[in-house]
Antibody, heavy 123, light 110 residues
């Protein structure tokens, strides 16, 4: 059974960089059928797509976050990671990683999700 | 890129049917067969309920169905059960290598 697990600091100071890693087990991150995405959810609010990556390293970002986001993949560790720079209180959210199924382009849907990890931006 | 529009809340009694709408534009919902729906219980990760507008993943009850008319997608839940009480989100490919979610709908089973 595929499992995704987010890890990283739960508290980040304003203006610093948020860094999270998603570890994938029970399947290969290098499969040609999947992309891998980050989605976030501020407390009490809705879901927001942050960005997605293919195992080759191709990345796709939400235009509203693009200037601050970097997503990269480490196939040797079966992991992918998120960096969000210059964070403010508005970036406080539960961050989810998820697998995105693709039978071609574009990828179709998020079929497996991690449990999510709360990141609070505060001094 | 704007979010998809969903009603903030819907409600229904056990056994009834409800429909949640997801209004987009001709640039997202109306252009691609890539609308998906997710169920989220409090404190849990979202769960895929419908993909590619109307397809159901294995293991999802056939009480859940999806459809689309023009730029608006819909999720219908028939035979409401207490366990269906949750938040529901639609999602669509929005072109230019981007994806967009709806604001979410809270379903209350009375």
């Amino acid at each position: 059974q595929l499992q995704l697990l987010e890890s990283g600091p739960g508290l980040v100071k304003p203006s610093e960089t948020l860094s999270l890693t998603c570890s994938v087990s029970g399947g290969s991150i290098s499969s040609s059928s999947y992309y891998w995405g980050w989605i976030r959810q501020p407390p009490g609010k809705g879901l927001e797509w942050i960005g997605s990556i293919y195992y080759s390293g191709s990345t796709y970002y939400n235009p509203s976050l693009k200037s601050r986001v970097t997503i990269f993949v480490d196939t040797s560790k079966n992991q992918f990671s998120l960096k969000l720079s210059s964070v403010t209180a508005a970036d406080t959210a539960v961050y989810f990683c998820a697998r995105q199924f693709s039978s071609g382009w574009p990828p179709a849907y998020f079929d497996y999700w991690g449990q999510g990890t709360l990141v609070t931006v505060s001094s | 890129q704007s979010g998809l529009t969903q009603p903030a809340s819907v409600s229904g009694s056990p056994g009834q049917s409800i429909t949640i709408s997801c209004a987009g534009t001709s640039s997202d919902v109306g252009s691609y067969n890539l609308v998906s729906w997710y169920q989220q219980h409090p404190g849990k990760a979202p769960k895929l309920m419908i993909y590619e507008v109307s397809k159901r993943p294995s293991g999802v009850s056939n009480r859940f169905s999806g459809s689309r008319s023009g730029n608006t997608a819909s999720l219908t839940i028939s035979g409401l059960q207490a366990e269906d009480e949750a938040d529901y989100y639609c999602c669509s490919y929005a072109g230019s290598n981007t994806w967009v979610f709806g604001g979410g709908t809270k379903l209350t089973v009375l």
